[in-house]
C-alpha cells in the first residue's frame, strides 16, 4: 500500500515527524494562550480553566488527539535515533562538526526526552492531582516551590533549543526553502523559541519571585 | 617554497573483510604547494622504497571535477578548506609539527575496499535508479524549441555540479545521501526535459537510496558545509517537496 511505503521511507519518516511536529507547535501556542491568563489574575486563570473544563468532551478529544499525536512524534522520533545510531555510532576516530550551533541539532533526541518527562511531571502534577484544590491554588503552589520551579524553568529552555532546530528543520522537510523566504525563517526559529521560553518560564519566575503572590 | 613536517596517522585496511587500524608515519620536508595526494604520493613513493605496501586511495582528474578523490582529513571530509576536493586541498593550510589524521569516507553503504579506497558505487545504482531522462532518438531539435528560464537553468546547473564524490554520505552524522540525491533529482526536476518521469524519478531514486542503507537527514546541514562544489541543501527541500507530491499522486 502507498501509505505504507511513504511511511518506511526515510523522507516519509521524516514528514511525520515535521507534521506532527506542526500540530504539536499549534497546540503549544494554545497552550500559551491560556497560560498568559495568570499574568492578568488568579482570579482570570481560574475562570480560563473552569470555561475550558465546562466543555470536558472537547478537552477529553483534545487529549486524545494530543496523546497520539506526542506517540507519533516520540515514538517516530526514537525509532530514527535508533535507526541512525546503528549508521553512525563512532565511524571515525576523529569527527569535527564543521557547521557553528550545530548544538540543538545534536541534542534533539535528549532535548525531547527530557521535555517527554516533563510533560509526565506535569502530567501529573496539574492534570490528575487537583481533586477538590482550585488550579489557580495548585499553580502557585507548585510552581512557586524553588525546585519544581527550576525543573520547570529547566523544561522550557530544553524546548526552547529542541524549537531552535525543530522550527527551522520542520520547515525543511516540508520543503520550505527558498531565498526570499529565508531571512524570515531564520528570524522566526529564534524569536518562536523565545517566545515559548519567556512566556512559559515566566510563570514559574513569576511564583518563585513572589511576584505573583500578591494577586 | 616552505616545506612542513607532519606526522600522519592514515587508516590502513587489507581489504573489506579484514580489521583496520590507524598507523602513523612521520614524514619530514613536505612542500607547501604540494597538494594533498601530492603528498601522499611522496608517502608511497617513500614506503616503496622501505619494501611496505603503498596507501591506497583514489584519485583521476586531480583538478577537483571528476569526484573519484576523498577522504576525511582530521574529522572533515575533504579537509579543513571550503569548496574544493581533495586533490585541490594544498598543504599550505598545514603548518610543521601538526598531526594529520587521514581516515576513508565512511558509511553502511560505502565499504572500504582498502586503505582511503571506498566503494562508492550505492551512488551509482541511486542514479540508475531513476536519476535519466527517456529519449526516443530522432533528428536534432531545433534551437531554443524548449523555452527555459534562465534563472531555472541556472538552478539545474548549481545542481548538476555534484560530482558524486560522496562527502556529503561521509561527513553526514547519520549517513544519509539525501544531498547527492537531492542535487541529482534536482537537475532533471528544474528542467522541462526532466517533467514527463519527474514522479517516477523521485519515487525509484529515494526507493532505491533507502534500500542501500544509507541513514535518515535529520537536517545537520554537513552536508553543506562540506560539499567541494557548493550544493545547497535548498536541493534537499526540493526532493522532499519531489518526493511528498510523487507519493500522493503515484506512491
Redo the contacts between chains.
Sequence with gaps: M??G??L????????VMAGTGLLLLLFLFSHAAGNATIYMSSEVFQSYADELHSHPLIVLLFSLLFLAIFIVHIGMGLF?YY??R???NS?????????KN?FS??T?PYTGLFILLFLVIHIFGFTFSTGDVPISVTVKELLGSFFYGLFYIASFVALAIHLS?GF??ML???????PRYDYAISKLTLIIPLFFLILFAGIPLYFMTGLGTCY | MSTINLTL?IWRQENSDSLGS?EIYPLDNVHTDMSFLEMLDILNEKLTKEGKSPVAFDHDCREGICGMCGA?V???AHGPEKEVTLCQLHMRNFSSGDTI?I?PF???AFPVKKDLLVDRSSLDRIIQSGGYISVNTGGTPDGNSLPIPSNEAELSMDAAACIGCGACVA?C????A?LFTSAKISQLALLPQGQPEQKKRALAM??Q??EE??????????CE??CPKGIS??N??????E??FA?LSE?
Design positions: 502507498w501509505f511505503r511513504f518506511k521511507s526515510s523522507i516519509g519518516k521524516k514528514l530514527l535507526e541512525n546503528q549508521v553512525s565511524r571515525y576516530n576523529v569527527t569535527t562538526r564543521v557547521v550545530s541539532s545534536e534533539m532546530h527551522w528543520s525543511q522537510t516540508f520543503g520550505l526553502n527558498h | 596517522k590507524l576525511v582530521d574529522g572533515i589524521v581516515e565512511r558509511s553502511r561527513s552524522p547519520n549517513g544519509a539525501m529515494v526507493a537510496m533507502d542503507g544509507f541513514g535518515n537527514c535529520t537536517n545537520a546541514r554537513e558545509a562540506v541543501i535548498r534537499i527541500a526540493r526532493l522532499n517537496r518526493y511528498l507519493t506512491g
